[in-house]
């Protein structure tokens, strides 16, 4: 018999969901949201709020989630958030873990503490234009996780493997994922 | 003559740094830092402070920032924050106007006002491990920028078309960045 509740993941709710999507794929089909506003020089705030679930708004956010971005002085900014970049390892931090956590739950293997810190490595040759051998983005990214738990060291390799090969923001960081951009102008 | 400062970036600090790192290639190199700390089920907490140029550590951000990352209830969570994918359209929204607005600047354009809005289309089947044909992250996004702005269209084209040129976070998410995930176990 399944624990109710394992590393706070409800598996009860986890086994509805799976059974209700495999039933209903179109329930499968997320669309997240951000909104940015520019305010002045590097200084821009993004907001998150409301998402679709297969073409329906879901509200369970009362508030928006508000995130100011920023650079610091020496990218020519005042530190009034991070950056664009940090954002994309806080990301693919949580990701890895709550995939993690929960692969663990599913395979039964109980977690102490998850603890992680992730290194991007990025030249800035190629955002400065002085480079075209230099890319844009990480050259590359290191993440070490710290876990406590009673398993064996196999089963914790295999969770690390698990969450690498579930994780959405490790897929959309290892791999490609088009992106579309447009603009329209409007009026004063 | 260029101005001093247009859309709030600082010229002349632009082009002390542009000249710095192309005598001193190695001022070019950082390394950003993310740390995260599970929390329970779905939910964790990323913090963001020191990063690295050219091996140094650099102190300008005196207080930690700090995310709570979770999901909706409809993905098992209790809404205590942002989710991992929306964090990274979140860093995409932040990247792409910061570098429009550099661009800008450094074309000698006039913005008034920038704003955003980014759909990520996502099939939960892959994290879920209900399909193999699907993938973990997102299948697309779209970018729709709104500029209020004295330019003629063909040159705001050429801004966006540069904000996608430079753009760090657009290059992580178009193309492929290597990611390493390692883990050490340590004592209770």
Known sequence: MVAERLNGINMESLNETI?????????????????????TGTHNRATIQEFYQA????????????????????????????????FVLVGLSGCLTTSLV?????????????????EGNLDVRGFLGLSKEVRNGFESI????????????????????????????YDIIT??????????RYSK
Do not use: C, M
């Open 102 to 118: 929960s692969q663990a739950a599913i395979k039964g293997i109980e977690l102490k503490t998850v603890s992680s810190e992730l």
């Open 142 to 169: 290191n993440v070490k996780f710290k876990i406590i738990s009673d398993a064996p060291d196999e089963k914790i390799q295999e969770l690390v493997d698990s969450a690498k090969q579930y994780s959405p923001v």
């Open 55 to 86: 073409g329906q708004k879901d509200l369970t956010r009362t508030e928006p989630l508000v995130f100011n971005e920023d650079e610091p002085p020496i990218l020519l900014g005042k530190n009034k958030g991070a950056n664009p970049v940090e």
């Open 19 to 39: 059974d209700l999507v495999r039933d209903n794929p179109d329930f499968a089909k997320f669309t997240f949201i951000a909104r940015n506003q520019w305010i």
């Open 175 to 184: 791999n490609k994922v088009p992106v579309s951009v447009n603009f329209e």
